[in-house]
């Protein structure tokens, strides 16, 4: 997870050259002193050398709550949600950790904040993939069906989906 934010963070800075200012340069050399990363670029178009610092953010994720609270992003909530729905249903530990990795990929390409009904949405999907009835568990309780008859609507569709 680090390394991909990590990543994320460096190919969506975008660096131009301070001389005739194209974007497309080449690193020659890297050193990270704690937060700063020291990059040594050359530009492909004038060939002249400069050097960036770069702030490595690890933006943290905030979770907008339906209260209006907002908290940060908590992996350990994702992963209990899953695994509640997945209560004495034939899903592995390691299926869990993995839909728990995607849910949190997922919600952290959405940079700064997302809201738990997305997070919700997210885990869901994970769900309906692996277990339909972890899914139907999760999504009665997270999901708050507007009404019955959505709830009926949904549960039939899984199983004429089934067929
Ligand atoms: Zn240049």
Known sequence: MF?????????????????????????????????????????????KRFSTHELVEFSELKVLKKSGKRELFSKEKVRNGIKKSCEKRPVTEEKIEKMTEIVEKKARLKKGHVNTTYIGELISKELKKTDKIAYIRFASVYREFADLSDFKKEIRSLINGRR
């Open 3 to 47: 390394i991909f934010h990590k990543i994320q963070h460096v190919v969506s800075k975008s660096m131009y050259c301070p001389y005739c200012h194209n974007t497309e340069t080449k690193v020659t050399d890297k050193r990270d002193a704690g937060k700063l990363t020291r990059r040594r670029r050359e530009c492909l178009k004038c060939e």
